[in-house]
């Protein structure tokens, strides 16, 4: 089968780091996403990495290493207005299409 | 706007009723995807289109839901005889093969009650 686990919660304080992790165990991988949803709205897309290493995005850089079956989301000089969801999401290759599998999320509270 | 739009944005309906959601994706995708995300959980594949070909449907989507896209441009999303398990957010997305990740664009959602 395909899962995908992130933590549920985490919380942070403003100006700080914070790492939040993905596993995954999925056959045909093809990619793996992040995307931030906030609260009632749709997700919006962060960041891709398809090969082992970091990409950098300005505050938001992401991790892979598809032997460990592990990726983390990493957000520096947080803000308030990162308080939202963050979604894991394995691309995966079956029947010949490409399509996306998320985990549940993990809900990130940013405190003054 | 050129982003996804849905219609309408919220749903609320009683149990045993159809109801019928509308999405437009982005003009140049030609790729279509429906999700339903309940509280909590992340969004879930319901079905995917290739212009006007429906080429995956998930276990999920029971014979009650149906899903069309006619002309290769906007997408129908059908309930039929609704239950009160129906209710969630019903996301559509699209992407096009420009890129190299062909990320995935998230209209707002239709949220829909079923009572």
């Known amino acids: 089968g395909q899962n995908i686990d992130q933590p549920t919660e985490m919380t942070a304080t403003e100006g700080a780091i914070v790492q939040i992790n993905c596993t995954y165990q999925?056959?045909?991988?093809?990619?793996l996403f992040w995307y931030q949803q906030h609260a009632g709205e749709a997700p919006t897309f962060l960041s891709y990495?398809?090969?082992?290493g970091l990409e950098e995005k300005g505050r938001f850089s992401s991790f892979l290493s598809r032997s460990k079956g592990y990726s983390y989301l990493l957000l520096k000089e947080l803000q308030m207005k990162d308080s939202a969801s963050y979604l894991c999401?394995?691309?995966?290759?079956?029947?010949?299409?490409?399509?996306?599998?998320f985990g549940a999320g993990t809900r990130l509270a940013v405190h003054p | 706007d050129t982003g996804v739009s849905q219609n309408p944005r919220h749903k609320i309906t009683k149990r045993g009723q159809n109801v019928t959601f509308r999405c437009d994706p982005i003009?140049?995708?030609?790729?279509l995807y429906w999700y339903r995300q309940t509280l909590g959980q992340g969004p879930e594949f319901l079905t995917y289109?290739?212009?006007?070909?429906?080429?995956?449907k998930s276990r999920l989507l029971s014979d009650r839901f149906s899903a069309e896209r006619p002309k290769g441009s906007f997408s129908t999303l059908e309930i039929q005889r609704t239950e009160q398990g129906d209710s969630a957010m019903y996301l559509c997305?699209?992407?096009?093969?420009?890129?190299?990740?062909?990320?995935?664009?998230f209209g707002p959602g239709t949220r829909l009650t079923v009572t």
């Open positions: 003009s140049e995708h030609n790729r």
């Open positions: 990495n398809v090969l082992d």
């Open positions: 997305a699209s992407s096009s093969r420009t890129g190299s990740s062909y990320e995935q664009y």
């Open positions: 999925t056959s045909g991988f093809n990619g």
């Open positions: 999401a394995v691309r995966v290759r079956s029947g010949g299409y490409n399509k996306l599998i």
């Open positions: 289109f290739q212009n006007e070909a429906q080429l995956e």
